[in-house]
């Protein structure tokens, strides 16, 4: 107690500017700490060693400037005291800059994830030239699980007190047809329409061709969709999915614009990645929609918990993560790495080439906008923000169109994850998570996304010995031309090869370390060849093929009769009042022509009837003779469509024409919609 007494006498007696500077740095001190000790415990899983290495060190130091700054201050060495206090001040600083830096860091990256509450708006449009009458009927969704379709939908309806008759629809693009024939009057849609549904002919003027009557917003809690306790240090899945907006920011769980959809399989402990680009055309069931066929792109109209099962049925493989990305969001991401290699594709679309010269790629800007166009050179360049958004969308400069723009999508995506790994710094790694944090959504869980940080430094370093940081290997679905007609509209989808979509669920699945990789026991090699890995599922045809229904108008009843026995359709025979055709020719059918087999069971042949006789010869040419086998279509009736599968893929042809014809007058680029990007 007398011990006591004599040291708080001394520091009574001692320099009151040091007494002041030693009790004002440790209280500093003592802050400070605290909060270094909280932003480091946010670094869940990242070098806990060095964590804890860290925490003892400066609780160390603490005590010994608690003790040793006071001796020396109270026997008036001053300058070790200063010097003690200095170093004192300099680790204060460490502390606070430290912890600033990490606890804004951890915040951007809680961003991606904690997205607690969407924004969901709903719109009442109508053609531009209706008037909403008390006799009006308007469309809406039947699934009352559709938040903006028919949740809200309702809740404007009752808000504005519309007592208009309601016809529901079990998906958007027959209401959509509904609303153009003039079935209904007005339909409820996301208010991200425009988007959704422009890049299909049908409706690629629906900006200009509809209005909006009412709107209604609100916040919801947003829907956690296929949440998975998996970590990021063990093989996983991932659904990327491009939102076509046109303003930073979005949000997670809105109807979206479904273009752009690649399932990525990655492997941490080979640092091996498989990239599987959907084309959006791919004619598959529709998970949401009771497991109707449609453009796999249509499912992003309902959501992304829609896009994710739909993918997940079409390839058998479980999706533990999604990653929403908004592509002007792109722009941010690529600048802040400071631009991109890539190998720009030489275009090989005739008229294009003509239009803008060999060698080049032009694309409207991120605004869409068709008179600032964005260009470049072909080969290998360093692309900006714009260039690069500008060369992922192009498709229209190929032959095949959506085909095309898959293969830049996962170059643009290769090149960013190659850049990304090269920066290093804290600013760098400052100004990637600003580009990114308002344009991802992901369900993602903040300590997920820091446990990928032992990757990271595994990719580091095997780009520091030289090896490629990460082996990703490509793929290539083989697909094929599927006219098909939804709701009285032809329309051009695709069918995948099944073969092709297996071998590619194949190298997903061992990558995942779900299969073994089956052994290839010969190889042949030439030397005057340059060696290029193979890309899977390239082309690999065979396995089932969706047919439809032929165009049977004009072509014999035999020929119908042998379709429907092969096909197990039932088929139903009536006659046409006389003189209304060729006697014994199919004057007309129940179903039309265009329709998925599939999707039918039995089907009505009307037979033109002689007027003299009922009799009708079905002894002209037998369908295997006029058919074509692939899509059992008769060949002879649909000579009209000789060039289907070239107009289907070549934007700017019409019926008849060639893709040799360089100098037509219509361009491809300046007529398309620049929403269709």
């Known amino acids: 107690m007398i011990e006591l007494n004599v040291l708080f006498r001394k520091i009574k007696r001692s320099n009151k500017v040091a007494l002041t500077f030693y009790i004002v740095t ?10 270094f000790v909280r932003s480091l415990l946010y670094l ?22 608690l003790l040793f700054g006071l001796s020396t201050m109270l026997v008036k060495k001053f300058k070790k005291f200063i010097l003690l206090t200095v170093i004192h001040v300099i680790f204060i600083v460490i502390m606070f800059v430290v912890s600033i830096f990490i606890t804004k860091l951890y915040s951007q990256i809680d961003m991606l994830s904690n997205q607690e509450y969407t924004l969901y708006t709903t719109n009442l449009i109508a053609l531009s030239d209706t008037t909403l009458t008390d006799e009006s009927k308007l469309g809406m969704i039947s699934n009352n699980d559709d938040i903006e379709g028919y949740i809200l939908a309702n809740t404007l309806k009752n808000k504005e007190d519309l007592e208009q008759e ?71 899945t991932m659904l990327l999915m491009g939102v076509d907006s046109e303003m930073d920011g979005l949000n997670a769980n809105a109807a979206f614009n479904g273009d752009t959809l690649m399932l990525i399989t990655f492997n ?18 529709i998970a949401c929609n009771n497991n109707r066929y449609n453009k796999i792109n249509s499912s992003s109209a309902y959501g992304t918990e829609c896009v994710i099962n739909t993918v997940q049925n079409l390839t058998g493989i479980t999706i533990d993560y999604y990653a929403k990305v908004n592509f002007n969001g792109a722009i941010d991401l690529v600048n802040a790495i400071d ?13 294009y080439v003509s239009k803008y010269g060999e060698g080049v790629l032009c ?53 960013i994850a190659k850049k990304m790994i090269q920066k290093t710094s804290f600013s760098d ?17 903040t300590n997920q996304l820091l446990s990928f940080y032992q990757t990271l430094k595994d990719m580091l370093i095997s780009g520091l010995k030289g090896n490629d940081f990460i082996k990703i290997q490509k793929t290539y679905l083989e697909v094929y031309s599927l006219p098909i007609t939804i709701g009285g509209m032809n329309v051009s989808a695709l069918g995948y090869y099944e073969n092709s979509l297996s071998a590619i669920t194949e190298a997903m699945n061992v990558n995942l370390e779900l299969k073994d990789e089956k052994m290839i026991k010969t190889f042949t090699y030439d030397y005057n060849e340059v060696y290029t890995s193979s890309i899977v599922g390239k082309g690999i045809t065979g396995g089932g093929k969706l047919s439809t229904v032929p165009n049977f108008i004009g072509s014999v009843v035999s020929y119908a009769e042998q379709w429907a026995s092969s096909n197990n359709i039932t088929l139903n025979k009536e006659f046409l009042t006389c003189g209304s055709g060729t006697p014994g020719v199919i004057g007309n059918q129940s179903v039309m022509a265009g329709t998925l087999t599939n999707s039918i069971t039995s089907l009505t042949i009307y ?22 086998s692939t899509n059992n279509t008769p060949t002879e009736p649909q000579e009209e469509n000789k060039n289907e599968d070239i107009t289907d893929i070549v934007p700017g042809l019409s019926d008849g024409e060639t893709n040799t014809d360089s100098t037509s007058e219509d361009n491809p680029i300046e007529n398309e919609e620049s929403t269709d990007n």
């Open 339 to 351: 631009g991109i290699d890539v190998d720009v594709e030489a275009p090989n679309y005739n008229y």
């Open 429 to 445: 790694f400052e100004k990637i998570l600003n580009a990114i944090s308002k344009n991802i959504a992901t369900n993602l869980s």
């Open 44 to 65: 869940v899983g990242i070098e806990t060693t060095i964590r804890i290495i860290l925490f003892i060190l400066f609780f160390l130091w603490f005590i010994v400037y």
């Open 166 to 236: 309601v016809v529901y629809y079990d998906d958007y693009y027959a209401m959509l047809d509904a609303l153009y024939a003039h079935e209904v009057d007005a339909i409820f849609v996301s208010s991200n329409y425009v988007i959704l549904f422009s890049s299909e002919e049908a409706y690629s003027n629906i900006a200009n061709d509809t209005k909006i009557l009412n709107t209604y917003s609100e916040k919801l809690k947003t829907k956690t969709i296929t949440n998975t306790n998996k970590k990021l240090t063990e093989p996983f």
């Open 26 to 35: 440790n209280i500093f001190f003592i802050i400070s700490y605290i909060f």
């Open 607 to 628: 037979i033109n009837q002689a007027c003299q006789t009922n009799t009708y010869d079905t002894t002209t040419p037998s369908p295997s003779e006029n058919q074509d």
């Open 363 to 415: 694309e409207s800007n991120s605004l869409r906008d068709m008179t600032n166009l964005v260009c470049m050179n072909t080969g290998w360049q360093h692309l900006n923000g714009e260039q690069a958004l500008a060369y992922a969308r192009n498709r229209h400069g190929f032959l095949e169109s959506d085909l095309a723009r898959n293969r830049h999508q996962q170059q643009i995506v290769e090149a």
């Open 268 to 285: 941490p402990k080979t640092l091996a990645a498989t990239i599987f680009s959907i084309p959006r055309d791919t004619y598959v069931p």
